[in-house]
């Protein structure tokens, strides 16, 4: 794998705060001349689903040997395994929670190992309460420089992590039954339906008892109306034109879709 010395960054820590700039000093302070991208900083608080969809969505946009540094960590501090795994296209940073799911089920997966070795923390005792700082963001930096992938710890097989509860969808007769996988800054709710099995046939979609049609592209409704579309990610999706379909359908991660 031809190595690219650069981070993509995705947490849950907001802008608000220090953490991400305290982030980006670890990890600048290992390797100066590291190129650092900001994916997303505003994952909702804890909520490792939409992280899950976040990273899995951003894979195919960015160079092979890229190091993704993810950082939704509701269990820092307990017994939950920080994580580097080595993988097709290159090297994810996380604790193990299952915000790797998605990567799982669509890039082959060359090596795991548990983040045990102090050498490439940044101290021998770190934080319980930040985990990024002392010990994802330092061995991302050690990475970034071309250490050998083994010298971080043991070796763990893919039985040895947490994965999220299947989310998938069902199919019962002409009717798909799906749910929302992911929230974003328009308030459009995302499920986890695939475009590929709503081609070629006609479709309404119903969300919390309300009948949506399907249209091509926001501008084909009325300002304020409700559609129903196949986002950029080839998912369906529930917006309101130039509105806020969560606010407005009072909707949440997890809500029920049905596609008839």
């Known amino acids: 794998m031809k190595f690219q010395a650069s981070v993509v960054l995705l947490s849950d820590f907001g802008l608000v705060d220090t953490y991400v700039g305290v982030l980006k000093g670890v990890l600048k302070t290992i390797n100066p001349s590291l190129d650092i991208i900001d994916l997303t900083h505003d994952i909702p608080p ?24 993810a950082i939704v960590d509701p269990g820092v501090g307990s017994s939950r395994k920080p994580l580097a795994i080595k993988f097709k296209r290159g090297y994810l940073i996380c604790p193990d929670n299952g915000l790797f799911s998605g990567l799982f089920k669509n890039y082959c997966i060359e090596q795991i190992r548990e983040l045990d ?52 969808y069902q199919i019962q007769g002409k009717t798909i039954i799906g749910s929302i996988q992911y929230i974003d800054h328009f308030g459009n709710l995302i499920s986890n339906i695939p475009s ?10 119903s969300i919390k008892g309300k009948e949506i049609a399907y249209r091509q592209n926001y501008s084909q409704v009325k300002k304020g109306e409700t559609i129903a579309l196949i986002n ?29």
């Open 46 to 69: 804890q909520n490792i689903v939409a992280a899950n969809y976040c990273l899995a969505a951003a894979l195919p946009y960015f160079p092979d040997g890229t190091i993704y540094l």
């Open 196 to 205: 590929g099995i709503l081609a070629e046939r006609q479709w309404s979609v």
């Open 232 to 260: 950029s990610e080839n998912y369906l999706e529930i917006a309101i034109n130039q509105g806020n379909a969560q606010k407005t359908l009072q909707v949440d991660y997890g809500e029920t879709v049905m596609v008839y």
């Open 117 to 168: 070795n102090p050498k490439y923390w940044r101290v021998n005792n770190p934080s319980q309460t930040f985990h990024g700082r002392d010990i994802f963001a330092p061995v991302a930096g050690y990475l970034s420089r071309g250490i050998d992938f083994a010298d971080l710890g043991r070796l763990l097989s893919a039985d040895d992590l947490t994965y999220l509860p299947s989310s998938t």
